[in-house]
């Protein structure tokens, strides 16, 4: 044990600040996600016509061939969507969803019935032999057949080769049958070649999804903007929303949030500005779709208006609450807070009530952070080792918060000092942090911020730094000192490359700056002592 003088009253004064300050954080942000939000309403709960797939139980996706969905199972779906929808788009034939235009038509709904392309020929020519005998057999059910889907966005086939596709389908089929192609806007403005193999054009129009993101205040307006820059570039000719939407969870894209409150009041704008210009729509989706987030990261698997379990996320009318169960949050900083102060009793060198406090405190914010992480691996866990993994790593950074919050506790309350523990742990958080940042540089269109989970260490690393008067770690200086230089620029880059707009990508710059400032302090000091 050695001694040095007990911290100064500024670093005392700024621990006890930071540390009530994250507790009622923690809780005011259960709190604010459990108040009732109030939105402009639907005009009606019923909607024209939207996307719908079927593939929702674990372990489905229609990129297994082998997939089949009954038909007893697409009966229900369309029977309980006819209840609030005039009509269904599917993107694909085979796999059971043959079924649906023969189904739908039970339940007086109306198909948009896809065919899916991409890059075999094999399967196409199957696709559009289907979709043929299909639209051939039931051509009173289908309000249109579309051919292909984003299939120039994913640079799968020549428009050439697309536009024959096209009209093979449409020789082929009905002439009360419209025919058409559906891609992003962009796209038809890129290919217009395209518009004369086609009856009317399907647009996809995704604000959420655009490549310069656009905030749900101003997303119904874009979809307005839009859909007049399609109609005046193609005078004269139809044009359908075939997919327009927004998520309700998942990583926010500049000032674009993915919640449920987002999801509804885009919704109910959308519905009162189709219904006031009388516009053919389709909206995304029906249901969520886990398999989607192996492909687009959590958001991708929550665009649904109805939840796996066939449940709406919201009604239409009245206030929206984004996490009904809010208060577990602060049932979690309680569990915590009393789990804090049991690790306290073993083996403590310190007394009194400001001891307990430092632990209640920092079990709070650490019960309510992590409760936090655990709502977001709800969403984005996948499968059994992504939730090993994910559990694994917020045991370690508990573990982490709770050996530093004793070691905290005990010099605010003047006990001899010890060295920072875990000094090759905060060394592992430093690494692991600097290999998220990368990832969120070169790969985050998909990945989530894991604030809840890097709160814990990054805190109380820069806590504890500041009461020991930012030490360097014995024999671990050069090391951290190259990864606290990366990691504020890494954390930078992605604040610069969301431009400024996302709140969650400044958190994520202000937690890797507070774990790496008490290393270039240290690192300043030595250098200074060596002169």
């Known amino acids: 044990m050695s001694s040095s003088p007990s911290p100064s009253s500024r670093a005392r004064t700024f621990v006890w600040l930071v540390l009530v300050l994250a507790a009622c954080t923690g809780a005011l942000w259960w709190w604010l996600i459990g108040r009732p939000v109030a939105l402009p309403e639907a005009p009606s709960a019923r909607i024209?016509?939207?996307?719908?797939?079927?593939?929702?139980?674990?372990?489905?996706?229609?990129?297994?061939?082998?997939?089949?969905?009954?038909?007893?199972?697409?009966?229900?779906?369309?029977?309980?969507?006819?209840?609030?929808?005039?009509?269904?788009?599917?993107?694909?034939?085979?796999?059971?969803?043959?079924?649906?235009?023969?189904?739908?038509?039970?339940?007086?709904?109306?198909?948009?019935?896809?065919?899916?392309?991409?890059?075999?020929?094999?399967?196409?020519?199957?696709?559009?032999?289907?979709?043929?005998?299909?639209?051939?057999?039931?051509?009173?059910?289908?309000?249109?057949v579309i051919v292909g889907n984003e299939v120039l966005l994913r640079g799968e086939l020549s428009s050439k080769a697309l536009s024959g596709y096209v009209r093979q389908v449409r020789d082929a089929v009905p002439r009360s049958v419209?025919?058409?192609?559906?891609?992003?806007?962009?796209?038809?403005?890129?290919?217009?070649?395209?518009?004369?193999?086609?009856d009317y054009l399907t647009i996809h129009i995704l604000p959420y999804w655009e490549d310069q993101p656009v905030p749900p205040e101003r997303a119904v307006r874009h979809v307005a903007d839009v859909y007049a820059q399609v109609k005046k570039a193609f005078p004269g000719r139809e044009v359908m929303i075939g997919e327009t939407g927004w998520p309700s969870a998942g990583r926010p894209r500049r000032a674009a949030s993915a919640s449920v409150v987002n999801e509804a009041r885009y919704m109910r704008e959308f519905l009162q500005y189709a219904g006031s210009v009388s516009m053919p729509y389709n909206v995304i989706e029906a249901f969520d779709q886990p398999w989607k987030r192996a492909q687009e990261g959590t958001v991708g698997g929550y665009w649904g208006i109805f939840d796996v379990n066939a449940k709406p996320k919201f009604a239409m009318q009245g206030p929206v609450t984004e996490e009904p169960r809010w208060w577990l949050g602060w049932v979690a900083g309680v569990v915590g807070m009393w789990l804090f102060a049991l690790a306290g009793l073993w083996r403590r060198d310190w007394r009194g009530v400001r001891g307990w406090a430092v632990l209640k405190l920092a079990g709070f914010a650490s019960g309510t952070a992590l409760a936090w992480q655990y709502r977001q691996m709800l969403y984005a866990c996948r499968n059994a080792f992504e939730w090993t993994l994910s559990i694994g790593a917020c045991l370690i950074a508990l573990g982490t918060a709770i050996v530093l919050a004793r070691w905290i506790a005990a010099r605010l309350v003047g006990a001899p000092r010890q060295p920072i523990p875990g000094g090759w742990l905060r060394f592992g958080w430093l690494f692991v942090l600097a290999l998220e940042g990368l990832l969120l540089v070169f790969d985050g269109r998909y990945r989530d911020f894991p604030l809840g989970l890097f709160a814990l260490p990054c805190i109380g690393f820069a806590l504890a730094g500041w009461l020991d008067g930012c030490r360097?770690?014995?024999?671990?200086?050069?090391?951290?000192?190259?990864?606290?230089?990366?990691?504020?620029?890494?954390?930078?880059?992605?604040?610069?490359?969301?431009?400024?707009?996302?709140?969650?990508?400044?958190?994520?710059?202000?937690?890797?700056?507070?774990?790496?400032?008490?290393?270039?302090?240290?690192?300043?000091?030595?250098?200074?002592?060596?002169?």
């Open 472 to 531: 360097d770690t014995p024999g671990l200086q050069l090391e951290e000192r190259f990864l606290a230089f990366w990691l504020p620029a890494l954390a930078a880059v992605v604040v610069v490359q969301e431009i400024g707009l996302n709140p969650v990508a400044w958190l994520w710059l202000g937690l890797n700056l507070v774990i790496a400032l008490p290393v270039f302090v240290a690192w300043q000091r030595s250098r200074l002592q060596a002169q």
């Open 48 to 144: 024209a016509c939207v996307s719908y797939a079927p593939f929702r139980e674990p372990g489905e996706t229609p990129y297994d061939l082998k997939a089949f969905v009954s038909p007893e199972r697409i009966d229900a779906d369309l029977r309980a969507l006819s209840q609030r929808f005039d009509c269904v788009r599917t993107y694909s034939q085979g796999q059971g969803l043959s079924a649906v235009p023969e189904i739908a038509g039970r339940y007086g709904m109306k198909v948009l019935m896809g065919i899916w392309l991409g890059r075999d020929p094999v399967a196409n020519a199957e696709q559009v032999k289907l979709g043929i005998a299909l639209a051939n057999a039931h051509p009173e059910v289908l309000r249109g």
């Open 178 to 198: 419209p025919v058409s192609y559906a891609d992003v806007w962009e796209f038809w403005l890129r290919y217009p070649e395209m518009v004369d193999a086609v």
